[in-house]
């Protein structure tokens, strides 16, 4: 039999992982790995610097860029110019901080394509780090959003001209 984990409602948090692995049924190392790589949702896990260390499939799909062509560049790989100051600006205060407000909240940006053309894409992070340390990267699952933004933008505009 495991040991219980204090839950949320005794104060302290309850670990995600740890116990399930010690539960005959939980998923192994191996199936968790295979969930990421071939999850729908882009997985792109970066460095402090902003390197591309990790690129699933979904990622090749909704960017154009196979995983061979993005591992270990920049992520300006998919980041508009006109945003990157901005962005990068964001990312060095993260790295610092060791917080970001976009791991419980969903962060809606455009993105770029390898062809060029411009996505919209939603997503959250999660800062990589060891107990006591600041992060050493970040890993974020994303979207392409950019069907329902279009939409959403059409419909935006539609109501404001019905209101004039």
Known sequence: MTEQT?????GGEAPCFAPLFEEPDAPSERQL????????DAVVIADADGAIT??????ARIFGWSPAEA????????????LRDRHWAGYRGVMASGETRYGVTLL???ALHKDGRQLSVAFTV?????????????AAVLRDDTVRWTERRQLTDRIAELER
Not at 6 to 10: A, F, L, V
């Open 108 to 110: 809606e940006v455009p």
């Open 126 to 138: 999660t800062l990589l780090r060891r107990p006591g340390e600041r992060p050493h990267g970040i």
């Open 6 to 10: 204090p839950s949320s409602d005794e």
């Open 54 to 59: 990790f690129w699933n499939e979904s990622a």
């Open 71 to 82: 591992i270990g560049r920049s992520l300006d790989l998919i980041i508009p110019e006109r």
């Open 33 to 40: 790995a295979q969930l990421v790589h071939e999850l729908a």
